[in-house]
T-cell receptor
Framework: EDKVVQSPLSLVVHEGDTVTLNCSYE??????LLWYKQEKKAPTFLFML????IEKKSGRLSSILDKKELFSILNITATQTGDSAIYLC??????????FGQGTRLTINP | NAGVTQTPKFQVLKTGQSMTLQCAQD?????MSWYRQDPGMGLRLIHY???????DQGEVPNGYNVSRSTTEDFPLRLLSAAPSQTSVYFC??????????FGSGTRLTVV
């Protein structure tokens, strides 16, 4: 059975801190790993990773995939209160099905 | 360009009632899926479709039906609502080479 596990489930930090969110997976027919940010409504797309060892960056956010060890990390540097959200990791397997982890609830205190 | 449109945004049902959650996309995406989101459980796949006329079950299909008669539409039917189906439902679509685009969600309460 396909499985995605995120850690930690919840994280509270102060504004300006750097955070690392973890995602491990067991999926047959791996195609890609995706990170989403969810605030009040629908998840919004952050990154898609398909190749091992290549870092994707967007401003203060970055992510990397290790296909040998079956995990990914999402880093956020110089956190701001607007980064408070649930961060979801998902893996795409056969037929474009997404399997999601439980999510990490990140709270940034001013 | 509307993206993925879900209706209704909110719904309250009585146990045993049936209803259809609507989902439409205007991006000509082949792949569409329905997810439910419950607290602490991420998103779980209910049903998915790889193209018009083709659907399959996901992780939690019981109590739900789908059909895909056109590329644009992918309705989700609750046959006989139960309190365990109280959840937030998301429809999503992709053309297959990029991340899924999600609708804004339907918050369903079954009493």
């Amino acid at each position: 059975e396909d499985k995605v596990v995120q850690s930690p489930l919840s994280l509270v930090v102060h504004e300006g801190d750097t955070v690392t969110l973890n995602c491990s997976y067991e999926v047959t027919n791996f195609r890609s790993l995706l990170w989403y940010k969810q605030e009040k409504k629908a998840p919004t797309f952050l990154f898609m990773l398909t190749s091992s060892g290549i870092e994707k960056k967007s401003g203060r956010l970055s992510s990397i995939l290790d296909k040998k060890e079956l995990f990914s990390i999402l880093n956020i540097t110089a956190t701001q209160t607007g980064d408070s959200a649930i961060y979801l990791c998902a893996v795409s397997g056969g037929a474009q099905k997404l399997v999601f982890g439980q999510g990490t609830r990140l709270t940034i205190n001013p | 360009n509307a993206g993925v449109t879900q209706t209704p945004k909110f719904q309250v049902l009585k146990t045993g009632q049936s209803m259809t959650l609507q989902c439409a996309q205007d991006m000509n995406h082949e792949y569409m899926s329905w997810y439910r989101q419950d607290p602490g459980m991420g998103l779980r796949l209910i049903h998915y479709s790889v193209g018009a006329g083709i659907t399959d079950q996901g992780e939690v299909p019981n109590g739900y039906n789908v059909s895909r008669s056109t590329t644009e539409d992918f309705p989700l039917r609750l046959l006989s609502a139960a309190p365990s189906q109280t959840s937030v439902y998301f429809c999503a679509s992709t053309r297959g080479d990029y991340g899924y685009t999600f609708g804004s969600g339907t918050r369903l309460t079954v009493v």
